[in-house]
């Protein structure tokens, strides 16, 4: 089923609009400002966006344009205002289709379905989508080298996202320090495996709540690493 994010202040047309969308079978979310829609747009994963121009906090242009710097899904914009200039702006931002209020719902619908649908061809025919890793609350993006957790986006040295990503990647297996050593460093671990446990320490001080009681890397004594799921 595709989820779609509709971000608008209006709450009849909100309404309207997540009523029509349900009816045809899509999961339909609602935000009715701009700075708590653009967050859920960057953090959650949706089908389509359905946006309105003039939202309190943020508006819809600059919300597009800053999902466009990180994703690629359909953006619809919806506004009242009839002026070209507008058209023009939002479509030259990444919008995908511009629809002027007051509109029909079964052509927003319809329109829905065949943006989806042109997209849905085009990542089957190649286009590749993000590799993610996602395990309670961490989320890896690893094509685009990002991490959050608990939704809230953490940096990481190119090291230590190796690390991490490495780990993530092979759950509940114990490695030994030296072990890791060679993966990530790419050379033998002469007296140099303090580099594994500085680095672990950093990661766990990124992700972990509580880095004395880990629930992602575990130390076992005496050995190495491993991490849990």
């Known amino acids: 089923m595709s989820k779609i994010l509709i971000i608008e202040d209006e709450e009849a047309i909100a309404d309207l609009e997540r009523d029509y969308l349900e009816l045809s079978g899509f999961e339909v979310e609602v935000e009715y400002r701009g700075d708590t829609g653009l967050k859920r747009s960057l953090e959650e994963q949706f089908d389509l966006i359905i946006l309105d121009l003039m939202l309190p906090e943020i508006d819809g242009f600059e919300i597009c344009q800053r999902i466009r710097e990180e994703k690629n899904i359909p953006i619809m914009m919806v506004s009242a205002k009839k002026e070209d200039i507008d058209k023009i702006r939002g479509l030259g931002l990444g919008a ?72 993530a990647e092979n759950p509940n297996r114990v490695f030994k320090k030296d072990e890791l050593f060679r993966e990530i460093w790419d050379m033998e671990s002469v007296g140099d495996i303090a580099t594994v446990t500085v680095h672990i320490k950093k990661i766990r001080e990124k992700i972990e709540f509580n880095s004395a009681k880990p629930q992602y890397i575990e130390t076992i004594w005496g050995i190495g690493y491993r991490f849990k799921i």
């Open 96 to 167: 995908d289709d511009y629809i002027t209020k007051p509109f029909s719902p079964s052509e927003l619908v319809a329109r829905v379905k065949a943006h989806l649908e042109r997209y849905n061809r085009l990542v089957g025919s190649g286009m590749p989508k993000n590799e993610i890793i996602e395990i309670r609350g961490l989320k890896i993006d690893k094509t685009a080298r990002r991490v959050w957790v608990n939704g809230e986006e953490k940096t990481f040295t190119t090291k230590e996202y190796d690390l991490l990503t490495f780990l």
